[in-house]
């Protein structure tokens, strides 16, 4: 299923304007990585709610240790002078455009310039249609545990059980419907 989607998602980006695709798809990734590494930075805002998160956390971690490493903040740096290159401009104000008309929600690189908003209009798109609603939608409810009841259910010697993809031994099965 992962392998599908990547395949629409890279054909999405070879099918025109390739520079301005994978440009956007570059900001895109950096401002997620910026906006996960951020939270580990004692003066960035998200810090706080995530220490608050994980003060509950069952573990009850000493999380100092994972807060204001110098190799994060070096890391958020060089994402952030990446981002000042030239080449990216146009992407970065077109992120932050669909950004806007998204009202803040997540949206996904091929959404920049108007495109696709999610998966689904990917697959339509590309007329991929069946590739979609047999395989994306039916395992990604699989893989968020969302139709666990649902699921694949193997009967039998008056067992039943339900198909895990990331389960080695209904590997077989899956890869049959792929």
Do not use: C
Not at 25 to 42: C, E, G, T
Request: glycine share 2%; charged share 35%; hydrophobic share 35%.
């Amino acid at each position: 299923m992962q392998s599908k989607a990547f395949t629409i998602t890279i054909s999405y980006m070879l099918e025109k304007d390739e520079d301005l695709r994978a440009h956007s798809y570059m900001v895109w990734k950096i401002k997620r990585d910026l906006k996960f590494y951020k939270q580990f930075i004692n003066d960035y805002p998200n810090s706080k709610n995530l220490k608050s998160r994980l003060k509950k956390d069952h573990l009850g971690m000493n999380l100092d240790d994972y807060f204001d490493r110098p190799k994060i903040q070096k890391l958020i740096d060089t994402k952030i002078n990446l981002l000042k290159e030239p080449k990216f401009k146009r992407a970065k104000i077109e992120y932050e455009r669909t950004k806007k008309i998204s009202r803040n929600k997540d949206h996904n690189w091929y959404s920049l310039y108007d495109g696709p908003k999610n998966m689904e209009d990917l697959a339509n798109y590309f007329k991929r249609v069946m590739e979609y609603e047999l395989i994306y939608r039916i395992y990604s409810k699989n893989v968020h545990s969302t139709d666990i009841i649902k699921g694949l259910v193997y009967i039998g010697n008056n067992q039943a059980r339900i198909i895990q993809i990331r389960d080695f031994r209904d590997a077989k099965d899956v890869i049959a419907i792929l």
